[in-house]
């Protein structure tokens, strides 16, 4: 029997965002392996040339084209050239204009220096892998699209593309598009949002500053707060005292390991009062992953990180 | 091993630059208010601080100008600054971009058209690199000031720290590139926007963008083509600020896999554009030890009476070193990557760092000299 799949899966498109350094890349893979394991045909989208998923999955590339991970899942980096390319291709059905277009320096030169046009288009091929009826070539359904989206450097610029074209644009086929656009990501039966945080200070501001700036100036659905990182509290409050003290008896190597207990008490106790914070500070529910400790984050970890975002 | 204070001797600008949540804020206060007890007259660009950090030194939010932080908090931090002071700023991109429009449009009219264009208003935040650019103008323009003795660059929380690099090129490439030609020609773009003659082409990138697209592209392109002289200029001589002897990059990382390969790659960019690279700093790093081995057995129970909580310092010492290997691993990776002994590791601390007294912890390690003073640092730790 299959489980229930819950509330996010069951979305059509996943946007995994988050300022960097928070572990988005993994979230969105291993939101991709659960989401695979429960049978679903799945995308994980990466955008830019990260080639995270490649290296993740020791494959030699995941470019533009839909490379199958494992079964029931699949991988795409998004490449905006890639992405201008196919929109033009599908706007202009006449293979004259296309090829006029494309040799054509000022179109090249036009599509380069417009600002926010990349990111536009990014979204663009984002929504055509969530169509039933996909319109690239060859395109297969997917039950779901799990978007590893571009760190969010400053504010919710990436996803405000689409509303900011609409505007400037206001008639033509862009505006339209952009407008189409919009409607997607902030459809919220389809489409829903996962920030990831950090159980540390300023990730959770961020956090917090994000969900407000997504919600209310996009209008996109925050569903999760996956906090990322956390420490098991392996050490009860009143055995802080009793580590400290064993501290200024210990010596070499137990006192290293006194040293190292001590250190993951306060800071599990520093992550606690940071996740109440974030749950304080924020609308959407937090579920937390635990910190891995291992040098390198393998197939079997992922797993394991998504049964608990499941 | 060398300390930042070595690292920085007879340097007047410190760029730290690293990619996203390796803690370079952080880092950069932390230099500026160490190289400020060291007696200099220091100012730190910050671009998004902590909101605690900037509370507890009396930053307001914003205002692109310096402030001087409170000379009495470096008293109460117990901390001496022989006459040194330490000033902080928190960058304002947008109202950068809009002063440079100032600076460099040619007449009012020109300036206004700009700054009234709705694809500058909407979309300049997003101009390929303008926030890296923003940063690189106001360190430049505050340089050109010659008022600190040591500029210190937090850069922005950009996804590569490669597109810090690459800005200001991308930036003049746009202002005085081919597109604006493109549009200026006599025979350009905006011409066929406004009417005058029509070819294919126009009719087809209509058919595919919208004509109010095209019109306002075309003015915004317009505008700012009466600038580009002033851009090259001024972009040119934030270039040679970047080469110059008396810049040096420090490299910001964490010790995990991802953060230390992109800070090996922005290395060897740094070398490839001939800029000047200074050392690299290794933040959140677990120390276990040079010959770590495990306790002896019972050792732990003995000195905790606890035969459970025993086993579980155990435990959480596997754990750790498991971590601390890796992070050794890493750091011995990209020392030997960068060819360099200018390695600067930062302990995990226990606590995220929220005051001077938290900078001035992290300073021990930063400031740190010689190899033993380190050890016993991190044995300390």
Redesign the interface.
Known sequence: MIAPVPELFDKRLVIVTGKGGVGKSTVALAMGLAAAQRGKRTIVCEVASQEQLSRRFHRAEVGYHEVELEENLWAISIDPDESMREYVLLQLKVRAMRDLLFRSRVFNYLTAATPGLRELVTIGKIWELTLDDRKAKRGQKYDLVIVDAPATGHGVGFLQTPRTFANVARVGPIANQAETLHRFITNHKRTGVAIVSLPEEMPVNETATLERELTSTVGVAVDRILCNGVYPERFAAEEEPVLAGALERAEGAARLAVRAALGERRRATAQREQLARLAAMTEAPVTTLPFIFAPELEREHLLRLGEEIL | MASVADLLEGKKVCICAG????GKTTTSAAIAAGMAARGLRVAVLTI?P???LADSLGLPELGNTERRVDPELFKEAGVETNGGELWAMMLD?KATFDEVVRKHAPDEETRDRILSN??YQ???????GS?EYMAMEKLFEIWAEDRYDLLVLDT????NALDFLEAPKRLTQ?IE???LQ?FMAPTG?AARVAGRGAS??FS??????????LS??AEF?QAFSGMVGGFRERARRVNELLGDDQTTFLVVC?PQ???IEEAVYFHRKLVEARLPFGGVIVNKVRY??EA?????PG??ER????AG?AA??????R?????A??DA?NIEHLAAQMRTRAVIQVP?L???V?DLDGLMEINRYLFATGAEEREELA?S?
């Open positions: 990619s996203g949540g390796v998004d902590a909101k605690r991109s709705r694809i909407q979309l300049s935040a997003a101009l390929a926030q922005p929380p950009s996804r746009f590139g081919k597109a493109v773009l294919v082409m087809v990138l209509k058919r595919i963008t919208g004509v109010d697209l306002d592209l392109f964490g896999g991802e953060p276990a030890g770590a081995g495990d306790p002896e050792e732990l000195l905790l009476g606890d909580l579980r310092v155990e435990e959480s010492f754990d750790f070193r498991v971590m290997e890796r691993r995990y226990d606590s995220d929220h044995a730790a």
